[in-house]
Each structure stands twice: as C-alpha cells, then as structure tokens.
C-alpha cells in the first residue's frame, strides 16, 4: 500500500507541474499591425508574469484575405486533425475568429474555458449560454473618431467613410455608416466602399477641402487584393489627402490626425492577465464583464501643424505624439553657451580695462620677480642675445663650471656661449644648443633638457619658453638639479636594495625544494661512483658500463652546478648585465627551481609556454624575479585548497607587439578591498609577509616599460598578467 500510495502521490505531482498550453486564435495574419500588436503583448505578458512554464500558441486564420464557404471547411478540418489528441487549459478567441473557435471549442474541447475579445457589446450578448464561455469587448469607437474630427476641425462639411471590400467589411458596412452618420447628422456623408485601389487614392485626392476621412479597415480592394490598413494610410497621405482619422493606434505616426483609437498592446495585456487567473484555477465566472478600458484618445503632433489645430482644442486627457521640442527644448545648450559667452566676454573687458590699470604696477614687480626666481634666469632676444638676466649666483658651482659672464650679463651670447662648448670639447651640451634654437626660431614653444655640468658631478636643467610677442625671444632658465639627481640615484639604489632583499626571500623560502633539487644528483653521483669502485675491482673490468657512469657522473655533477650557479644568480646583489633575453627560457628556469616546492606542497604546476621564442629586453635577474614572485604568490593562495584543487597555470604568449605572461591559479581569490590595494607598499594578506613583492614587482616591469595587473578568475582564483614590449 505504501509504494502504490507513492506512485499515485508522484503522477499527480507530475500532472500538477505539466507545461500549461495556451491556445490564441486571431482572425487575420500576423503582419496586420493590429494582430501583431495584441499577440506580440499577449505572449510576452503571459511569459513575464507567469512563474511555472507556460506554452502559448497562436494560430492566425488569415479569414480577411481568404474567404468562403470551402476555405473554412479546409481550416475546420485542418484544426480538428492538429488538435484532436491536444488539449489546451484554456482558450482565447480574438474579433472575428470568434464563430469559427466556438464550433471548434463544441467539437474538441467543450469543458475547455473560452475567453472571447470582440469588437462591440451586441456581438458579446450574442455568444451562447455557457459556463465554460466568457465573453468581453474592446469598442472601435468610431462614434468618438467621428465627433473628435468635428471639434478640432469644426468648419467640416462633409464626412467620408472608407470601410475595404472583404466580405467582414462589406458585412459591417451598415453599422458603421450608422455610426458616423448618428455622430455627424448635420454633414454630408461621403461613402468611399466598392472600390480598388487605385479608385480610392483618386476619390481621396479629389474630395473638397472642408472634408475629413474616417479610415476604420481597408483589408481588400473591389479587385481582391489582400491589403493593410497602414499601408493604404500611407500611399493616401504620402499624395496629399485631406485630414485623415482612425480608430486603430497602429495607423498613429503614419498619417492620421487621431482619434479615439484602440490601444492592441494594451488589450493583449489585460486578455493576458485574465488568462494567467484561468491558469491558476480560477473559475471563468470570475472574471470582470463588460468592456476592456483599452481606447485613448491621441493624436500626431505633426498633423496638427499641418492643419493648423491649436491645442486649445484638444479634448482634455488627450496625448500628443511625435512632438518637435521648442526652440529652448532643441537649442538650450547653444542658447545658454551663447548667454554665457556674452557674459564671458563682458567679464574679460573689464580684466582687461582692470589689467591695464595693474600693468605699470606689475612692470615695476617684474624685477623683483625676475630677481627671486630660482636658479638662473634670463630674457632672450630672437638672436639669442640676453636682454635682462638675473645677477651671477654667489657660488659659481650653482651653474656647473659654466661661465656666468658669458649667460648673465646682458648683451652676452646666451645661445653661441653653449655653442662654443660643443665645439671646445663638453659634446654634452650641444642638445642643450638645439634646444633653445628651436625655441627660438619657433619650431618648438618650449623644453626642457638635462645635462652635465663642466664641474665634475653637476647637473643642471635647462628650461626654455618662446615669448609670445611679434618681436620674438624666450626666456631661459639654467636650475642646479645635482640634489636631484643625487635623491634619484639613492632612491634607484634602495629600490634594487629590496628587490635584491625579496630575491633572498623567495629563494630562502624555496630552500627545502633546492636542497631536494640538489639531494637529487648529488646522491646520484654517490651511487655511480660506488657501483664504479666495485666495477674496478672485477676482472676482467667492464670498461663499456664504466664509461656510462662516469658519463651519468658528469652529467650529475652538472645538473647540480646549473641549480647552484642560478640560485647564485637570483642571490647576487647586482643584477645581469640588461640584454635581449627568451621569456620562455626565464620563465622555464624559474619553473624547474620552484618545481619541487609545488610538489612538497601537493599542487599540480604547469607550464605551456608559445611555440616561438618571447624576445624581450630588460634585466633576466629582475624579469625572473618578477616571475618567480607570481608563483610563489600563486602557490601560497592555493595552499588552503584542499589536495586535487591546488592548481596554478603559468602561460605565456606573444600580443599585438607585446609578449604576456599569465600566472593562474585556484586560490581563495582577491575580494574588492584587496583587489584595490593589491600594489600598495606594505600591504600584504599573508600573516608573515612584507607586503613588498607585488610592489617591487610592478616597479620593475614599469623600469621595462611593462605592466602588471590582477583580475579575478572565472569560478575561484586569481589571473596575474605581466605585458612587456617585445625586443
């Protein structure tokens, strides 16, 4: 009793979480705008606002482009066999299809509710008697079409209703001919029915001009074509037609006036949202009656130009679209630069007028200025030749050894003093030379240069600007940078100081790992030179296998000289000569030394390397140290992983002129606030570390002209990308 209980509570489990279908007839196709507005909303409020998996399927009958007795016999049967074995939780019957659905829904599924959307209530009060039948309307007002044509073009004489020649609008002609004629009573009416095409852009075009057209369908043409409504509204217009009005929002922006026009996205989302209550069990008797609240009254800004319709006689509540923005809404930024501009101007021109009262006062403050600057400073002129200079430094070391008589005094020739060093000798100043003539014969409007002065270990900074004045000149400064220069050598020195302190670090960490590289061939060497001892002592002496183990010996010995000749090379003080150097064969040399220290910490290390050569310049002791700083981080952050998940990659790859390196890893990744001071000096995440790593890192890529950078890796980890210029 137990199982068969639970194999009745899982099929019913199973049939309440069944898919629920939803089955929407509509009568024409899905290219009249009208149609593709109602289904488009329908289907994308039912898949919004439904939480359990729905299926909504829109059948479209196409019944204004195919009539006739045999058409529906064929659509009959070809619904009876797609649906014979289906059976949708619920039905939805749009306008027209209405009596064609109702014989379906009696044959295939006549317990299946049926929502039904018509046009106007009497069509409503016709449906049958049903519980599993409800039905509500959404009015084409034409009544309100016609009345709102009349107030805002209220000298109109004549009313012309245009109404195509399917056989629903020659069905509906009479009605709708009483509607307009029951809001106009007092106008002319104009019936344009019964004709092609062509027929009607000629009637249109020739209708007096006291007259406004009612467009309420135009699905056929007296010949058959299969038209749309909109695209009849657009030829019409486009040939100059008087004021056109409607009942549909669709034809909105394609030449109508407006109207009281049927909103069909609005419809298909309040048909929607009474279905999703009949998919939610509740029953068909409970669902609102009477009308869909789906007209607006609306109408085309652009149209109302055109005929000259003020907006004190829009009704109120109306909308207005496809507005142009005003002169202020269009031009407001260039209206307000233009205000500001003005106020600008006047702000200047009384600088100005303020300025030349302050300039006789500014001239004589010129001096004193020109006197305190620092350094030594003085006015060429375009030849040149100092016109004004500041006095001779008290201590002739502030220029260097240069000669202070031949810069400072005025009338000296400031540009020929320098090139008169060249040539004698100092070479060191001739760009100093070719600056300030640049400047002066207006190639460039300023620079600056350092150089070294003719006193052993000064260094001075030229600085030149050209005057901005029709006469020429410049104005040239000679500064005493020695101070820093010397602060840029000590702090270059503490630099390479650390990154030489990090090295011993690593490699201190990395010491069980070298001593386990060095255990390796050291005791390999122990064991051919015993088993060669033992060998010697046979006779006769198998000289073949001695010389492969003096062979394996050297080779032994050589291993463990490589593994100590670069660990030398990462602990020595001075960097490698800087050079042209194979990212791959540095980042393969640091692999194989850590190596063993992945593996003494149970994570898996791989390497892939580019097929090609990785040529790039720089210092190979500073790029491994770089290197080998990345996988020891990445090492560190997989340690608390646990054994099988301990996984750091290390890649490299050639970019667009540039070679990268990438070290990956599985580690507990960088949150936010570490991401952000990830570079910073000092600050570190492990409890033993000096925060000084990825800092010194940095630093020495940017020497390369590189970069370094950290993102976070997809799922758990962290990616670290070195760039560097390749060579």
């Not at 075009?205 to 007296?222: K, N, R, S, Y």
């Not at 006469?471 to 820093?484: F, H, K, P, Q």
């Not at 580019?610 to 790039?616: I, W």
Request: net charge neutral.
């Amino acid at each position: 009793m137990g199982v068969l209980f639970a194999l009745l509570l899982s099929t019913s489990l199973a049939a309440s979480e069944r898919v629920k279908t939803v089955l929407v007839f509509v009568p024409e196709d899905g290219m009249v705008p009208s149609i593709a507005d109602f289904t488009r909303s329908f289907h994308l409020t039912m898949l919004g606002e439904r939480q359990k998996p729905v299926t909504v399927n829109i059948e479209y009958l196409d019944m204004g482009w195919f009539q006739g007795a045999d058409y529906d016999r064929a659509l009959h049967e070809f619904y009876r066999s797609k649906y014979r074995e289906q059976r949708p939780e619920a039905l939805v019957v749009f306008a027209d299809a209405c009596p064609f659905v109702l014989k379906l829904q009696q044959e295939l599924w006549p317990q299946v509710p049926l929502l039904a959307v018509l046009n106007d209530k009497p069509l409503v009060e016709a449906l049958p008697e049903s519980a599993f039948i409800r039905g509500n309307w959404a009015d084409l007002d034409v009544p309100g079409t016609v009345r709102m044509a009349l107030r805002l073009l209220p000298s109109t004489r004549r009313v012309a209703l245009v109404l195509g020649s399917s056989q629903r609008e020659l069905a509906a002609w009479d009605f709708v001919e009483s509607e307009v004629r029951g809001a106009a009573p007092d106008r002319e009416f104009i019936g344009l029915r019964g004709l092609t095409l062509e027929q009607l852009r000629q009637r249109v075009h020739t209708l007096p001009e006291d007259t406004v057209v009612i467009l309420v369908g135009f699905m056929q043409d007296a010949q058959g074509q299969s038209l749309v409504g909109r695209d009849v509204l657009t030829q019409l217009h486009a040939e100059g037609s008087p004021p056109i009005f409607s009942v549909h929002k669709t034809m909105l922006g394609s030449g109508i006036v407006g109207g009281a026009l049927l909103d069909y996205e609005l419809l298909g989302q309040q048909a929607a949202k009474r279905t999703l209550q009949l998919l939610k069990g509740a029953p068909l008797s409970s669902l609102p009656t009477g009308a869909f609240d789906t007209n607006l009254v609306a109408f085309d800004d652009r149209e109302l130009q055109r005929w000259h319709i003020p907006d004190s006689r829009l009704p109120p509540g109306g909308r207005v679209f496809f507005r142009e923005p005003g002169l202020w809404e269009r031009y407001r930024w260039q209206v307000t630069v233009a205000v500001g501009a003005g106020l600008l101007q006047a702000v200047l021109i009384l600088v100005l007028l303020v300025e030349r009262r302050l300039r006789r006062v500014a001239q004589r403050l010129n001096a004193a200025v020109l006197d305190s600057l620092p350094g030594s400073v003085a006015i060429l002129d375009r030849n040149g030749v100092v016109l004004r200079a500041t006095p001779a430094p008290e201590r002739p070391e502030s220029l260097g050894g240069l000669p202070a008589g031949k810069l400072l005094a005025p009338g000296a020739a400031y540009l020929e003093a320098f090139r008169e060093a060249a040539r004698s000798g100092h070479p060191e100043v001739e760009g100093v030379a070719s600056l300030l003539q640049d400047v002066l014969a207006g190639r460039a409007s300023e620079g600056a240069l350092e150089f070294r002065g003719f006193a052993p270990d000064r260094w001075l900074e030229l600085r030149a600007r050209r005057l901005d004045l029709p006469e020429g000149g410049a104005v040239a400064a000679l500064v005493d940078v020695t101070a820093r220069r010397r602060a840029e050598l000590e702090a270059r020195q503490a630099r390479d100081e650390r990154a030489h302190l990090e090295r011993v670090s690593a490699v201190g960490e990395l010491g069980v790992s070298i001593a386990h590289e060095l255990n390796q061939p050291l005791a390999a060497i122990l064991t051919n030179a015993e088993t060669a001892q033992r060998l010697l002592q046979r006779s006769p002496t198998d000289m073949g296998l001695l010389r492969e183990m003096l062979q394996d010996i050297i080779a032994d010995d050589k291993r463990a000289g490589e593994v100590i000749r670069h660990m030398r090379a990462l602990l020595k003080k001075e960097g490698a000569a800087e050079g042209t150097h194979d990212l791959n064969e540095l980042v393969g040399q640091v692999v194989r030394l850590v190596g063993n220290d992945a593996q003494l910490r149970g994570a898996v290390l791989s390497l892939r390397l580019a097929d090609t050569a990785l040529r790039v310049r720089g210092d190979g002791v500073q790029l491994q140290q770089v290197v080998l700083n990345l996988i020891i981080n990445a090492l560190d952050a997989v340690g608390p992983c646990p054994p099988g998940e301990r996984q750091v990659w290390v890649r490299t790859q050639r970019t667009d002129g540039h070679v990268e390196l990438a070290v990956e890893d599985t580690g507990v990744g960088l949150s936010p606030e570490v991401q952000k001071r990830l570079f910073e000096p000092f600050f570190t995440t492990k409890p033993t570390g000096l925060g000084m790593g990825l800092s010194i890192s940095r630093s020495i890529l940017e020497v390369h002209q590189g970069r370094l950078q950290a993102e976070s890796r997809p799922g758990r980890g962290t990616v670290f990308r070195c760039s560097l210029p390749a060579a």
